[in-house]
């Protein structure tokens, strides 16, 4: 099973600065990485599949990059509603996994 | 608008038996692999189970595997979590997810939550 870490666990920011969240695999992913916001209270949301592409809709201040083993999603300039929990998750092999979360509040 | 509603949770003893439903609208249900995913209250993403368009393909975390069961029903537009042998950590709020071209999980449905315990 592929273990992913995120890192890290909690980040704390204002709006309008830039949030850089980490995900690191256990061994190669390739490219199938995929990242997700979750509100509270709400389902999560597809931001980024296979490691930089942003899925539809989804505002041009997400953006992600890496391969391999190490990943990054970046927020360029953070709104007040991305304040959130993101997971990372691979699809390279079965079992599919997520990250623990990262936790991203308001400073 | 692609839309996917979970139901059948509930509370249910241990060692008991559930049956999830996910029903599919607005995509060609037969075309995309579908997956499983659960959230324990207060903690992270947890995939499940997972089965390709034709059924042909079909996974399970070691969590689960050999107690539940996915399956689906594409004239129905269904998807379907049988649970037996339900744990008490087994409990959580349990996502269907459609998966996309690319493998991944885009939309998810709101979830149904199963609560196991005496």
């Known amino acids: 099973e592929i273990v992913l870490t995120q890192s890290p666990a909690t980040l704390s920011l204002s709006p309008g600065e830039r949030a850089t969240l980490s995900c690191r695999a256990s061994q190669s992913v390739s490219s199938y990485l995929a990242w997700y916001q979750q509100r509270p209270g709400q389902a999560p949301r597809l931001l980024i599949y296979d490691a930089f592409n942003r899925a539809t809709g989804i505002p041009a201040r997400f953006s992600g990059s890496g391969s391999g083993t190490d990943f990054t999603l970046t927020i360029s300039s953070l709104e007040p509603e991305d304040f959130a929990v993101y997971y990372c998750?691979?699809?390279?092999?079965?079992?599919?996994?997520f990250g623990q979360g990262t936790r991203l509040e308001i400073k | 608008e692609v839309q996917l509603v979970e139901s059948g949770g509930g509370l249910v003893q241990p060692g008991r038996s559930l049956r999830l439903s996910c029903a599919a609208s607005g995509f060609t249900f037969n075309d995309y692999a579908m997956h499983w995913v659960r959230q324990a209250p207060g903690k992270g993403l947890e995939w499940v189970s997972g089965i390709s368009w034709n059924s042909g393909n079909i996974g399970y975390a070691d969590s689960v595997k050999g107690r539940f069961t996915i399956s689906r029903d594409n004239a129905k537009n269904s998807l379907y979590l049988q649970m037996n042998s339900l744990r008490a950590e087994d409990t959580a709020l349990y996502y269907c997810a459609k998966a996309g071209l690319s493998g991944e999980f885009d939309p998810w449905g709101q979830g149904t939550l199963v609560t196991v315990s005496s």
């Open positions: 998750q691979q699809r390279s092999n079965w079992p599919i996994t």
